[in-house]
């Protein structure tokens, strides 16, 4: 089989994941051990307890997907790792174990950004994208709007000013009681409810974005009605909550590509496997004649597929290959 074949492995936060990829787009195997069962009873992510268990699963994830691909050791051309962002300890145990094994094999180590990652996973759902286009990063750490100048540059137009979406959809989850991980659980009721609560959109100037407030408003709302013995009609203030934060992305990832003269948007991160973004983005993109590109499900959430096609991407264009003084960057920019 001709073509460049990487080794990629992720495990940024609570999912130990390795993927067998080809040439970039063609996904040979894909393993993710999750964790969330785990965290659920700690209502998130708990990170000593995510990077221990990184530790039991890597190897077998690792071994799996090589297994699953028809491949060995021998047969890879590279080794790529998410080397942030994301907790420090969950990076490590993946940065230790892909030096470790290029290293071993004698092949480039390749670094790669996590949410660069998520911008990648479209390249493989997607085989006729090519950049440049604008795109919209939606996930638990990060909320921005950037234009992809090609597969390894891009521009920071605007990003959150402090919680991002992922995040803020978890914290409302927790505060009604739904649970762990809170943004399936979300998109899940409001489809029983109806958006009649007015909250405050996410916005701040130009491209920004603001959730603190969108958060402190439902949090107010449910204090309120609960401390007037009120009972709370948790599909209605899921249904508000989502269409608040979401509008706002949507509204902005649009403006941007008006102003920048792009006919292509695409969404990537785990909040774009919400429904309601994904039919509003689709709804308002027909309108305005703009090709809207998203991640099938599995893509979307963590894995380490879409590690693999950005480091194909930089592998072969001699970037980000990295010596073994590598080391996690949990704050890693965009």
Not at 151 to 176: M, S, Y
Not at 229 to 239: K, L, M, Q, S
Not at 240 to 263: M, N, P, R
Not at 286 to 292: F, M, P, Q, V, Y
Request: net charge negative; aromatic share 8%.
């Amino acid at each position: 089989m001709d073509g460049i074949l990487i080794l990629s492995i992720e495990s940024s936060c609570d999912e130990t994941a390795a993927a067998v990829t080809l040439n970039g787009r063609q996904v040979l195997s894909s393993v993710i051990s999750s964790q969330a069962d785990i965290h659920k009873k700690f209502g998130g992510v708990v990170p000593e307890v995510a990077s221990r268990n990184h530790t039991l699963s890597i190897n077998g994830a690792v071994e799996r997907a090589l297994e699953d691909a028809g491949k060995s050791f021998k047969d890879l051309n590279a080794v790529a790792v998410t080397y942030g962002a994301g907790l420090a300890g969950a990076l490590l145990v993946g940065v230790s174990y892909a030096k470790a094994m290029a290293y071993a094999l004698g092949i480039p180590l390749i670094a790669v950004n996590h949410i660069k990652g998520h911008i990648a996973a479209n390249y493989i759902a997607h085989g006729e994208l090519e950049p440049p286009f604008i795109c919209l990063v939606a996930s638990g750490g990060h909320t921005a709007v950037l234009e992809v100048i090609s597969h390894t540059e891009h521009r920071l137009l605007g990003q959150t000013v402090d919680d991002a979406a992922g995040e803020a959809f978890d914290k409302v989850a927790r505060l009604l009681g739904l649970g762990y991980p809170g943004g399936p659980l979300i998109d899940k009721a409001a489809k029983e409810g109806r958006s009649a609560i007015d909250f405050p959109p996410p916005l701040a100037g130009g491209y920004n974005f603001s959730y603190s407030g969108l958060k402190t408003a439902v949090i107010n709302y449910v204090h309120g009605l609960e401390q007037k013995g009120i009972e709370i009609n948790v599909p209605d203030v899921c249904a508000s909550f989502q269409k608040a934060a979401i509008d706002a992305l949507v509204e902005k990832a649009v403006k941007a590509c008006g102003d920048f003269g792009y006919d292509k948007l695409c969404l990537a991160g785990g909040v774009a496997a919400n429904s309601y973004l994904r039919e509003s983005a689709a709804s308002r993109c027909e309108k305005e004649g703009i090709k809207l590109y998203f991640p099938p499900l599995w893509l979307c959430t963590d894995n380490a597929a879409m590690i693999g096609a950005e480091g194909y991407y930089n592998f072969i264009s001699g970037k980000n290959i990295a010596d073994f003084s590598l080391n996690a960057v949990p704050h890693l920019k965009l």
